[in-house]
T-cell receptor
């Protein structure tokens, strides 16, 4: 199993541009998450999904959108990028509601200039 | 959403046992306590999880007192490779779709 994979690894955006961060997992996990981590800080939850077709907001959803059409993929969309969105973005998956263990991807480092 | 409080940083010499305490005063009945480890430029990695008393695996031990308002992660005989940030999370296994990571504890192991 590849686990949780994320692309791209690095990206530089100009203010106002848009992009999609890709996340895929091959473990057939129902739950998936998107976090952001600013330098020296902990992770903050952006959006999460409990299954295909179901998504919900986390702690810091403004400026982002998600979709979950299949179990495997959970892309994060940034519209109108702003410097405040410069961060490292982590995608994670979890088997189900009865298991707290999350498996994280390697992260995407995004810089908005 | 139960939040947690941890020391910001700790130093330890190689070979010593390290204990990191996490405070979670508002823990709910259905909440489990989970610890993650994060190395620079990597995603967090699961270490250990528990509900009450003591849990031990090949990497660490987790001690949870009867009132469950705190927990202690114990790392036996740390090495330089244990230098990382350690996060304590509290989550409801039934409805806990959100997890609060906090700022974590930065552990530095000194030779």
């Amino acid at each position: 199993n590849a686990g949780v994979t994320q692309t791209p690894k690095f990206r530089i955006l100009k203010i106002g541009q848009s992009m999609t961060l890709q996340c895929a997992q091959d473990m057939n996990h129902n739950y998936m998450y998107w976090y952001r981590q600013d330098p020296g800080m902990g992770l903050k939850l952006i959006y999460y999904s409990v299954g295909a077709g179901i998504t919900d907001k986390g702690e810091v959803p403004n400026g982002y959108n998600v979709s979950r059409s299949t179990t495997e993929y959970f892309p994060l969309r940034l519209e109108l990028a702003a410097p405040s969105q410069t961060s490292v973005y982590f995608c994670a998956s979890r088997i189900d509601r009865f298991t707290d263990t999350q498996y994280f991807g390697p992260g995407t480092r995004l810089t908005v200039l | 959403l139960a939040k947690t409080t941890q020391p910001i940083s700790m130093d330890s010499y190689e070979g010593q046992e390290v204990n990191i305490t996490c405070s979670h005063n508002n823990i709910a009945t259905n909440d489990y306590i989970t610890w993650y480890q994060q190395f620079p430029s990597q995603g967090p990695r699961f270490i250990i999880q528990g509900y009450k008393t003591k849990v031990t695996n090949e990497v660490a031990s987790l001690f949870i007192p009867a009132d469950r308002k705190s927990s202690t992660l114990s790392l036996p005989r740390v090495s330089l490779s244990d230098t990382a940030v350690y996060y304590c999370l509290v989550g409801d296994v039934n409805t806990g779709n959100q997890f609060y990571f906090g700022t974590g504890t930065s552990l530095t192991v000194i030779p």
